[in-house]
């Protein structure tokens, strides 16, 4: 089972089973078909099925799917973050150092040729 897989035992999960809505007749007023599920701040509700026994396997399909998402996403952020700083440490190429240099001396010589020279003789 994926559950197992993705490190989650029976033992660790609550589930509930409470009266599902919509279409079923009387078999969804009488019986206790929909579950939940809780593991670790995820809440799964299920009420797809008629029988309990299906909305069971769902229920755990649907948090393992969920589980699943949440470990790509923690593992996708923490490769972005290691790309992030592997860029910011690498410095720049010799070649744009050079260029960002020669632009700063030409605007400083720019800068001094523009002094101004006020009116009195002196």
């Known amino acids: 089972m994926r559950l197992s897989r993705l490190g989650v035992h029976e033992t660790d999960l609550s ?3 409470i009266h599902s809505g919509g279409k079923g007749g009387q078999n969804v007023n009488k019986v206790s ?3 939940r599920l809780r593991y670790a701040g995820e ?3 299920c009420m797809e099925e008629r029988s309990q026994l299906l909305n069971r396997v ?3 399909e649907i948090l393992a799917d969920r589980l699943d998402q949440k470990r790509d996403n923690a593992r996708l952020y923490a490769r972005a973050e290691a790309e992030k ?3 910011q440490k690498a410095g ?7 260029r960002i240099l020669r632009d700063k001396r030409r605007n400083s010589q720019m800068k001094k040729n523009r002094s101004w020279r006020g ?3 002196d």
């Open 58 to 60: 769902r229920a755990r």
């Open 85 to 87: 700083l592997r860029k």
């Open 119 to 121: 009116g009195g003789d």
């Open 43 to 45: 809440d799964v509700k």
């Open 92 to 98: 720049r190429p010799r070649s744009i150092k050079r």
């Open 33 to 35: 078909t929909a579950v």
């Open 15 to 17: 589930e509930q089973f």
